[in-house]
């Protein structure tokens, strides 16, 4: 799959390690979430996405209220 901003082929998916710190009122008393996600990354114009695995989605979920979901 080209990339969605250049359209070059030359990408590489790394390994990587994100520290994610929850949004909102309140967000100091949370702990931030460690996640593995592999990284896709374009090696011409440095756009780049992530997908986080399924085992590491339910520790995001918890980590925030209802109120703090987007549908």
Known sequence: MPS???GSEH???FDAEMNVHFPGPGS???????LNPKLLV????GFAELTISRKEL???ARGL???DRVS
């Open 28 to 34: 100091r008393d949370k702990q931030a979430v460690l």
């Open 65 to 67: 209220g209802e109120q």
């Open 58 to 60: 339910p520790s995001l």
């Open 4 to 6: 969605k901003k250049c």
């Open 42 to 45: 374009c090696l011409d114009c």
């Open 11 to 13: 990408q590489t998916e």
